[in-house]
């Protein structure tokens, strides 16, 4: 069973993440007499905050709004953050399972290669346009901009399932004996730097080079040297090249991959801020959301949905453009909190290191995995997080007497399961439900998309709320839209058949009011021209 699990890692994000996430359950169910026995403490303290805030989050949304579910218009973000959580519990279940049954490294590796030359046989047939079908996960945006998923989640998680994987396949090139064996291990490392160069992630050739780097200093310092001589001076060959021979240097540019193209506008010097624009943006944004929640954060996948808040403090207009953090440790401080990056922290520390040699592949390995993840959540791929508790579970132990003291009693694990929901409840009580992302419109104006049901809080003022709804439905003026609102006590029905403003005004005793705002029905932006957007769509909320 495990070999056929380690086959199907590289092979299954091709049917959707969800799919080898699925596999992976039913794969640890299948070992149950072994997983039964395994201890993940190490990893409570960290779990517990992510389960708290997915569990406390999806509960306060049944209760404050009931009609969710009987619409079927749960938000995606609790899809989302239980994938999120299961992909968590997931690494630290199999990271346990490998560290303490040690004969099923072997059993996994040798299905992942067998995995993985199917994996690349159809990666390289789609990137030579060989294959008579498109791949079901190769979407139009990454087509648009020549990178390639290969049989993987998209182009960045195989760059860096690629990047991972070198050390490995590397080490077993070195210590192969039959000449068959080491042949097949070269063509194997040129396939991971054909299909790193085609996907386009810069994170490839980052791992790659730290590595190298790892790699020449405990082994052979005059090599390190070299190493770095080496690109330095290709960086200043580029630099020299672009600047005095700027047609030279378009020309040398329309030649190369979308991988090498990307790393080398990456090296110009003049282009440094253009080409980490979107990680600047995209980490300010993090350092902004957690100044605003430093202890408990925002909640976990709750980062998207707050990038239109803040994007008007930002310099540069980045219109509706929402993306993750960009910095896997930025997210879980912006998403979670310094409670929540100091139980990550603490669930490391519990663990010991093993006595490795200092040239071993997988402590460089996952040295370079943890550096990898200032750049990117890659760990929320499922493929990636699995081969990275593999890498792992050679790097650190998992046995009962060599977890590290603290955190270790129950009365740590009912601080944080009693203690620690009253203040996340508390913050998630303050927050809206049903609401997608803050949109902003050329004239200035901003406002909300409910969904067909809707929780939220406005700020009251003298006694009085004023609520203001806007209505776009296309069929308004032949099937008028109809709006039920509730607020402590209150009720009001709203009948608009028209495009123009609708000001409800609610009596309110306190600073901030919650109500509830039900519509009799939603419209679909994708049945009338917008093909792209799938949105079920009830009122505007206006700011």
């Known amino acids: 069973m495990t070999y056929l699990f380690g086959c199907l890692v590289p092979i299954l994000p091709l049917f959707g993440a969800h799919v080898l996430l699925s596999i992976a359950a039913i794969y640890l169910i299948s070992n149950w007499g072994d997983v039964k ?16 805030w997915f569990i406390g989050q999806f509960i306060a949304s049944i209760l404050l709004n009931p009609t969710l579910i009987q619409a079927g218009d749960l938000e995606p973000r609790y899809e989302l953050s239980f994938f999120t959580l299961c992909t968590y519990f997931v690494f630290a279940l199999l990271f346990s399972l490998f560290a303490s049954r040690t004969h099923l490294r072997d059993e996994f590796f040798n299905g992942l290669v067998l995995g993985v030359s199917i994996a690349f046989i159809l990666s390289a047939a789609q990137i030579l346009h060989l294959l008579p079908f498109e791949m079901p996960n190769q979407n139009s945006f990454w087509t648009g901009i020549n990178r390639y998923t290969g049989t993987f989640s998209d182009p960045n998680a195989l760059g860096i399932f690629l990047a991972l994987l070198f050390p490995l396949f590397l080490g077993q090139f070195k210590d192969s004996l039959l000449r068959t064996s080491k042949a097949f291990y070269a063509i194997m490392l040129l396939a991971i730097l054909f299909l790193g160069v085609y996907s386009g992630s810069r994170s490839f050739f980052l791992g790659l080079m730290l590595y190298g ?8 310092r005059t090599f390190f040297f070299s190493f770095i ?7 200043l060959s580029i630099n020299l090249t672009a600047h005095l021979s700027p047609d030279a240097f378009g020309s040398f540019r329309e030649i190369l991959p979308n991988g090498l193209l990307r790393v080398t506008d990456s090296l110009v010097l003049n282009n440094i801020e253009q080409t980490f624009q979107s990680r600047f943006v995209f980490w300010k944004l993090s350092i902004m959301i957690w100044l605003d929640n430093p202890l408990l954060g925002i909640g976990l996948d709750a980062f998207r949905e707050y990038v239109p808040l803040y994007r008007d403090k930002l310099p540069i207009d980045i219109s509706n453009w929402t993306d993750n953090s960009n910095n896997f440790y930025l997210g879980v401080l912006a998403e979670l909190g310094v409670i929540g990056f100091i139980c990550l922290i603490v669930s490391f520390l519990r663990l010991e290191k093993r006595h490795l040699d200092v040239r071993n592949r997988y402590k460089y390995g996952f040295l370079v995995f943890l550096i990898l993840l200032f750049f990117g959540p890659h760990i929320t791929f499922t493929e990636v997080a699995i081969l990275a508790a593999y890498i792992m579970s050679f790097v650190y132990k998992n ?8 955190w270790s009693g129950c009365s740590d694990y009912i601080l944080l399961g009693l203690v620690l929901p009253i203040f996340i409840g508390y913050k998630i009580y303050k927050q809206d439900f049903g609401f997608y992302a803050l949109e902003k419109e050329p004239s200035g104006v901003s406002y909300r998309w409910t969904r067909k049901n809707a929780s939220g809080v406005i700020t009251c003022r003298n006694g009085k709320a004023l609520l203001r709804l806007r209505a776009r439905h296309p069929d308004l003026d032949q099937n008028p839209l109809l709006v039920n609102i509730k607020a402590a006590g209150q009720s009001y029905g709203l009948k608009i058949s028209d495009y123009s403003n609708q000001n409800v005004e609610l009596s309110c005793s306190e600073q901030a009011l919650r109500y509830r705002l039900s519509n009799s029905r939603t419209w679909k932006p994708a049945k009338y021209g917008h093909q792209n957007d799938h949105r079920n769509l009830g009122v505007q909320v206006l700011n």
Do not use: D, K, Q
Request: charged fraction near 15%.
């Open 229 to 235: 001589f080496v690109g330095l001076a290709l960086l």
């Open 37 to 52: 026995s395994l201890s993940v403490r190490w990893a409570y303290p960290f779990l517990i905050v992510c389960g708290i």
């Open 399 to 406: 046995e009962e007497n060599n977890l590290r003291e603290g």
């Open 213 to 220: 780097l790892f790699r020449t200093w405990n082994y052979n």
